[in-house]
């Protein structure tokens, strides 16, 4: 049978998210809104802070660690990506915003960075203004990294509890999360419609 009328395969998104204190809103955030794509029938993988501990990039330096190996892997397979950093001092964390620095590793790849790949944002501080100035560096990198932001990114205030275990306490927040997570799974479907076999089907181009 012609490869072009094989059935797509099921997209991954991959949660990127936390601190290194364990249960933090950021992590809490992005592994709520990977269930709500994994009710939508997608498979999903979470980076949360422990397992995003890696050396500080070096682009000098080849050699990785199992755990920065592991994480380019799953970005390199990802067809949709669920990132959530919190606000230190006005801007994303340094370990979030080291973890994204090892997407250089994938700067000669068929698809670089995260090109073809749709992006929701999410950005938890202790006040709107921070969480607001966080939320629009996040989709910043997302535009350089080739990425396709969501139209909606969201902001967290977690001046209040949010979350309590895996259960959101917030309305507003349940259903912005929602949102966007649907919009990141309706994307990476879409395009993966026009894959087959992880080969660019005929006439599919990236702008």
């Known amino acids: 049978m012609n ?3 094989n059935k797509p395969r099921t997209p991954l998104i991959v949660g990127i998210g936390g601190t290194h204190r364990p249960n933090s809103s950021s992590e809490l955030a992005a592994r709520y809104a990977l269930g709500i ?8 993988q979470m980076f949360d802070g422990p397992s995003l501990s890696f050396p500080l990039y070096n682009p000098a330096d080849p050699v990785r660690d199992k755990y920065a190996m592991s994480f380019v892997a799953a970005l390199r397979d990802a067809d949709g990506i669920i990132l959530a950093a919190p606000a230190y001092h006005g801007g994303i964390s340094g370990l979030i915003k080291n973890a994204l620095d090892y ?5 000669r790849d068929a698809r670089v960075y995260f090109d073809g790949r749709a992006v929701g944002s999410i950005a938890c501080a202790g006040g709107w203004q921070a969480a607001g100035a966080t939320l629009s560096a996040l989709r910043s990198v997302v535009h350089a990294l080739r990425g396709w932001n969501t139209p909606l990114g969201v902001t967290i205030n977690t001046a209040g509890k949010i979350f309590d275990g895996d ?3 917030d309305l507003d927040v349940e259903r912005n999360l929602a949102v966007m997570a649907r919009q990141v799974v309706s994307f990476a479907r879409a395009m993966n419609a026009q894959r087959v076999d992880g080969v660019d089907a005929p006439g599919m181009q990236y702008l």
């Open 167 to 169: 259960t959101c306490l």
């Open 103 to 107: 997407t250089e590793d994938m700067n």
């Open 3 to 5: 490869a072009l009328f």
């Open 37 to 44: 794509a994994a009710q939508a029938g997608v498979r999903v």
